[in-house]
């Protein structure tokens, strides 16, 4: 049982929410490694190597925040993030041996959707930094603004991408 004063943070419960959001960013950043790789020498590509750097970053960044509030890296729960991700490949894309275009449209809305989860994560810890004094409100703020900027990249990148997925000449 965690003992703990009223209006402190359950650190056994923000263990688990860490590390649930770790497991996540690992399938993120193998996610758009792989997406970036299979652009490799397109302007998808380009587009996409810095948001994968930014992603890289931010679960280092969340491994950071885990340290300074003393909270273990449940290595199962990463590595059930990687393995997931990598089952997520095995879905049927309408083609056996070439990549689709449906692949590249599907991987960037997951990637936006990740993204948003990664930002709702980033608020959540923001809300709790006037109980936790370890949690530091600036450091959210840059990740909270990287994490919209990931999104409005990422959400043009979609639009345009599903012109191209479903038209042959792309509708803009």
Known sequence: MNDRSPGAVDADLLGIYLNDHL????????????????????ELGAALRPVAAE??????????????????VRRYKAYA??????????????????????????????????????????????RLTDVEPRLDAAR??????????QQRTLEELRSRQTGETFTRTGCG
């Open 140 to 149: 959210l703020d840059e990740l909270l603004e990287r994490a919209a900027r």
């Open 81 to 126: 993030g990687w393995l997931g991700e990598k089952a997520g490949r095995l879905k049927t894309n309408g083609r056996l041996v070439r990549r689709s275009p449906l692949s590249t449209l599907l991987e960037l809305e997951l990637l936006r959707m990740a993204v948003e989860g990664k930002a709702s994560g980033w608020q959540s810890l923001r």
């Open 23 to 42: 497991a996540g960013a690992t399938a993120g950043v193998e996610r758009v490694r792989h997406l970036t790789r299979s652009q490799r020498g397109t």
């Open 55 to 72: 992603i890289d970053q931010d679960r280092r960044s969340l491994v950071d925040i885990m340290r300074a509030v003393d909270v273990p």
